[in-house]
């Protein structure tokens, strides 16, 4: 039975882990949004750029992620 709850939070297909990135998208421009009510000006456009931008490095490396277990399931003795 754990074993099926753990399974739940492992991401496995790309299309989980586009999920995973468009929560983190919205999450991060309502984010950003709340920024650019707070801070007028330079400032929460950087805050609101930081936020986005954050998603975009987090969402490389899933999917980089994604690719590297998928290479070392195939052929582990040569990816390193």
């Known amino acids: 039975m754990l074993r ?3 399974r739940l939070f492992v ?3 790309p299309i ?3 999920m995973i990135i468009y ?3 919205l999450g991060a421009v309502e984010r950003g949004s709340a920024y650019l009510v ?3 000006g330079y400032g929460g456009k950087l805050l609101f750029l930081a936020c986005t931008g954050a998603v ?3 969402g490389a490396k899933i999917l980089d992620c994604l ?3 998928r290479m ?3 052929k582990p003795e040569t990816v390193f």
């Open 23 to 25: 929560a983190l998208a």
């Open 38 to 40: 707070r801070f007028p």
């Open 16 to 18: 989980e882990a586009y």
């Open 4 to 6: 099926k709850i753990k």
């Open 11 to 13: 991401i496995k297909t």
């Open 56 to 58: 975009f490095l987090a």
């Open 67 to 69: 690719k590297l277990e």
């Open 72 to 74: 070392l399931k195939e």
